[in-house]
């Protein structure tokens, strides 16, 4: 699995890094690589082809949700590049501030629905034929070829970090080869479009405005790090006592919602509300239409993928939806998404405003020594739950229990635990029958 999403990672990298070229070369313009590397490589359209083949692979055939889904993650992939992008040294690298139908110059409807062309085209067809092409590689060449291409791009990315950050000859041997990488790919570049200067010349132009160190005495201000963490930390918890009386008062019953073995935390709920804070911050002040369209879409999106990724990581549906109407799989459906939406209005008007000011109210020192302490209990508390989970699957298929580690799963984390902790978790039918 691992192996062949890196080679779609590589070969839909390589056609978007073409296909720019491509573009460029018709609007009779200087080419500009939207990736990050030297290669000819475009890390953008690897991400996004790799990440919609594995999440929308079961929408092949239905035309309208698979160009929705594709263009919804194609465009908050964009989104967010843009935006990571602009807050580091490679400053703004595309604005689509003259098109119509544009936020902050990095997405637009346009590109949007070219997206969404694009990535059906490609989960229907592109996919199935680039992994039948890497299935008929030999196994050993197969990973041979993987191991080099990855070599090659830590190789390109660690260069090209050294000449972004302006720290030449740290580790001459290793820039020597990326500029051999350099040398490659701007003559491959001007062999597709003949008007294009190298890659690392890009390096030398100048950045619209460097962004000062911003010192403040003020814990977590702003939407860093430490602050969107403990509102992840916080928006674990609530999420899942939220679930946990909402099935009480619905189904009569008291029902564990947690998603790791030690404490109510929902990480579902966690990521929603620390992505959601770190994406829409800069648009907090927007109108409540545009937050609420905004949390639709992109609540949506991100619960289809949770679903998709507990489900092939785990082999178990943790949610159903196929009950409800108007729903997509089981996996989402249209009265949650708008639940999405008024969560993402309720949180940015009503909620996040105090709850930033309780955390920016935390002693500097104090609170990042708790910051941390947390971030170690909960990367511990997730690993052992991805353990536990891993086991539960391996005992479904009769996989013995030979290692250390599965036998302490099976002894702390049998079979009744994890009904107890994850009562809704439904293995799929495919897993089912290949236990049996």
């Known amino acids: 699995m691992i192996r062949q999403m890196l080679w779609l990672f590589f070969c839909y990298g390589f056609l978007g890094w073409v ?6 070369t018709i609007k009779r313009k200087r080419f500009v690589n939207r990736g990050l590397l030297d290669g000819p490589v475009c890390a953008l359209y690897g991400f996004a082809g790799m990440l919609l083949t594995f999440s929308l692979a079961e929408l092949r055939g239905n035309w309208l949700f698979l160009f929705l889904g594709s263009a919804i993650y194609a465009t908050v992939l964009e989104w ?36 969404g062309v694009l990535g ?10 680039l992994l039948r092409l890497y299935n008929m590689i030999p196994a050993t060449a197969g990973k041979i070829v993987i191991g080099v291409l990855v070599a090659v791009t830590a190789v390109d990315a660690l260069g090209s970090l050294i000449a972004l950050y302006g720290r030449p000859g740290t580790m001459p041997g290793l820039e020597r080869m990326d500029s ?6 701007g003559k491959l570049q001007n062999w597709i479009s003949y008007t294009t200067r190298r890659r690392m010349e890009k390096f030398y132009q100048p950045v619209e405005k460097k962004r000062e160190k911003v010192t403040s005495a003020v814990f977590a201000q702003g939407a860093g790090f ?20 909402f099935c009480r008062l619905t189904a009569g019953v008291w029902m564990s919602r947690s998603s790791v073995v030690w404490g109510p935390f929902s990480l579902v709920w966690g990521i929603a509300l620390g992505a959601a804070t770190a994406l829409l911050y800069k648009y907090k002040d927007r109108s409540d239409r545009f937050l609420f369209l905004v949390g639709t879409f992109l609540g949506g999106a991100y619960e289809y993928l949770c679903s998709v990724f507990t489900e092939i990581c785990f082999g178990a549906v943790f949610w159903d939806y196929s009950k409800i109407p108007f729903n997509l799989g089981g996996r989402i459906n249209l009265l949650y998404c708008f639940f999405w939406g008024i969560a993402a209005v309720v949180w940015m008007k009503g909620l996040y405003p105090h709850f930033s000011k309780w955390i920016e109210k935390i002693p500097m020192k104090p609170g990042k020594v708790i910051t941390w302490l947390l971030v170690v209990f909960m990367a511990a508390n997730v690993s052992v739950s991805a353990m536990a989970l891993a086991r539960y699957d391996q005992r479904s298929s009769g996989i013995a229990a030979e290692a250390s580690w599965q036998q302490y799963m099976d002894e702390h984390y049998g079979d009744e635990v994890i009904a107890r902790i994850y009562p809704n978790a439904i293995r799929t039918a495919e897993d089912s029958q290949s236990g049996s």
């Open 19 to 24: 296909l720019e070229t491509v573009a460029a």
């Open 180 to 185: 051999h990488i350099t040398v490659l790919t």
């Open 226 to 245: 430490y602050k969107i963490f403990l509102l992840f930390f916080i928006g674990a918890f609530l999420g899942d006592i939220t679930e946990t009386i």
């Open 80 to 115: 967010i590049a843009g935006h990571l992008l602009e807050r580091s040294r490679y400053g703004k690298w595309w604005d689509y501030s003259s098109m119509p139908f544009q936020l902050d110059g990095y997405i637009c409807l346009p590109y949007s629905i070219l997206w």
């Open 120 to 129: 059906s085209v490609s989960v229907q067809w592109g996919s199935p034929v």
